[in-house]
């Protein structure tokens, strides 16, 4: 559960790979310490979950393996604060609601707690 939401909140990114040479480009991150999970054949090539931070590292790896990554999915919260950073006014105006429900809260405990 923990390391779930430790994934989505760096990032991962679904990814396929075909090519030449799919079990050399599987040994060669395997020994540069790349973090992969759910690696399973699918079609002519391989699908699977890598960090988004490691996706960007291995373009050299992929390249001299005779491998295509291609991204099927993009999955966490750097994707999300991407896709919304041109709306400041929806983040400002979540943060003022959270701010305002935890204000009221503290205002109705203490009225409680007096009266």
């Known amino acids: 559960m923990l390391i779930k939401l430790v994934r989505f909140l760096r990032g991962y990114v679904v990814f396929t790979l075909s090519g030449s040479y799919p079990e050399r480009f599987i040994n060669l991150i395997n020994r540069s310490g790349v ?4 690696l ?12 988004l ?3 960007l590292n291995i ?6 393996s005779s491998v295509k990554l291609r991204v099927k999915k993009r999955i966490g919260v ?8 041109a709306r400041k006014g929806l983040a400002i105006g979540a943060a003022l609601a959270v701010f305002l429900m935890y204000f009221l809260f503290a205002i109705g405990l203490v009225l409680i707690i007096k009266g």
């Open 40 to 51: 399973l054949p699918s079609g002519k090539g391989y699908s699977g979950n890598m960090l």
């Open 78 to 85: 750097p994707f999300i604060i991407k896709t919304y950073s």
């Open 53 to 55: 931070r490691d996706y």
């Open 59 to 64: 373009r050299r790896t992929a390249k001299k």
């Open 35 to 38: 973090t992969y999970w759910d």
